[in-house]
């Protein structure tokens, strides 16, 4: 009944604390940033973003409940300046890059400067620095990582069931300047946990908790116990020119999974022998980097998907709710024939398509390079005439930087897409037929 009460508490203090509300918002804006840029280069939205919002939110929620239950029993000591410190710091990190916006950064961003710290006399001072300095050195960082390593844990799981639901097509620039498909692949879960910690007044009192806890000192919780709302984030990013969505959804999964138990066992070291604390929190930041830039190194040496070739056209997104997604076209598959006619371009597409007004027969190259048939009746008014977007060709006019954008480019709308021939805008064929 205790318990009750005091998670009771902490939900109410969970829906007064802005910290959630600014990180859907954040969210948010990130999911309209992508359905913008799929207007600006399909002239078509591929994704609804208040349907992505609500799912990661559910998602999220799930989440929450989870790693709060897990917490009963870690023994974590985590105060409300801990919630600030990590807040703070996301805020200025996701200023230089929205991918920042995981906490896996600010907190090992706090174990460095928590261990910097230490070399110096500015916790004798007696004025806001010195309050300061304080505050951030009563951290619990091998507690805030083994969160971090949990959430990790929980994202690896969230990657491999929806990430390739986030997948949103893109016209990148490749090598030598020549235009090819890709996918970016974005998710961002709001997380609220409740976690139980030690009381430092109004409390729990004399009731102890009927478990042994398996991290931190077990005096900390001879006044008793308490629970606090701490509002998360987790979220991954991926490009992928040479992946189906699917597959660099597993594969970031599997990553992530590597990190979340590397980092957890970094951090369970470290609470009990705490020498290990900068260790722990340099391998929350280097670890997470290097997982970064191994998916980058892959992806520059991989020859690209979604490109055109001598078999047909390549299919970079349907279109849902379209006579493609009817047929069972799928993201990756090549069109071969087109009512009996060889199409290696958007025009001869479009012209096979109207020799049978009344119906459509595909001849589809699978991901396995089989031939599947696919056909259909045609009706008036129709999206699109078959709802594909294909990868682009010479024509295309816009293509999206291949770099993160930060919180600014979020609020003021910037590099939605570069423009590769202003002039001809007006009179180039669509990329989605």
């Known amino acids: 009944m205790e318990l009750l009460r005091q998670a009771g508490s902490a939900a109410i203090g969970l829906l007064l604390s802005p910290f959630y509300y600014v990180a859907v918002l954040l969210i948010m804006l990130q999911y309209m940033r992508q359905t913008r840029m799929e207007r600006k280069m399909f002239h078509v939205r591929l994704q609804a973003w208040p349907i992505q919002l609500g799912r990661t939110i559910i998602a999220g929620l799930l989440v929450g409940v989870l790693i709060s239950c897990i917490s009963l029993f870690l023994g974590v000591s985590v105060t409300a300046d ?4 990590m807040w703070g710091t996301a805020a200025v990190l996701v200023m230089i890059r929205v991918r920042y916006l995981c906490f896996a950064y600010s907190a090992g961003l706090l174990g460095v400067l928590q261990w910097a710290l230490g070399w110096t006399e500015l916790g004798d001072r007696s004025d806001w620095i010195g309050s300061a300095a304080g505050s951030l050195a009563g951290l619990d960082i091998p507690g805030l990582l083994v969160l971090v390593a949990l959430m990790h844990v929980a994202e690896a799981l969230l990657v491999r069931w929806q990430g390739a639901r986030f997948a949103s097509p893109l016209f990148l620039e490749g090598k030598r300047g020549k235009l090819v498909g890709g996918q970016a692949l974005q998710g961002y879960w709001p997380v609220p946990i409740l976690l139980l910690v030690p009381a430092v007044s109004g409390g729990s009192g004399d009731v102890a908790l009927p478990w042994t806890l398996l991290l931190g000192d077990s005096s900390q919780w001879s006044s008793g116990f308490t629970m606090i ?4 984030v987790i979220g991954f990013s991926e490009l992928t020119r040479s992946l189906l969505p699917a597959a660099k959804a597993r594969n970031s999964s599997r990553g992530l999974l590597f990190y979340g138990i590397v ?10 022998w705490s020498p290990l604390t900068l260790a722990a929190a340099l391998c929350a930041l280097l670890l997470h980097e290097a997982l970064v830039a191994v998916s980058y190194f892959k992806e520059a040496a991989s020859a690209p998907l ?3 070739n001598d078999q047909g056209l390549r299919v970079l997104a349907v279109i849902p709710g379209t006579p493609a997604e009817s047929m069972g076209i799928l993201v990756g598959e090549i069109i071969h024939k087109v009512n009996g006619i060889r199409v290696k371009t958007k025009e001869e597409l479009y012209g096979a398509l109207h020799v049978n007004s009344a119906f459509c027969k595909l001849e589809v190259l699978n991901h396995e390079g089989q031939i599947k048939f696919a056909q259909r009746a045609r009706y008036a008014g129709e999206h699109h005439q078959l709802g594909v977007v294909l990868a682009p060709d010479d024509k295309a006019d816009y293509y999206a930087a291949a770099a993160p954008a930060s919180l600014l480019d979020l609020l003021w709308r910037k590099r939605t897409a570069k423009s590769r021939q202003r002039a001809a805008a007006s009179s180039s064929t669509s990329a989605t037929l």
């Not at 066992?265 to 009990?272: D, E, L, Q, T």
């Open 229 to 232: 709302a701490f509002p998360m």
């Open 82 to 85: 801990a919630v600030f410190w």
């Open 263 to 272: 980092t957890g066992i970094a951090a369970v070291a470290a609470s009990f």
């Open 306 to 308: 979604y490109v055109h």
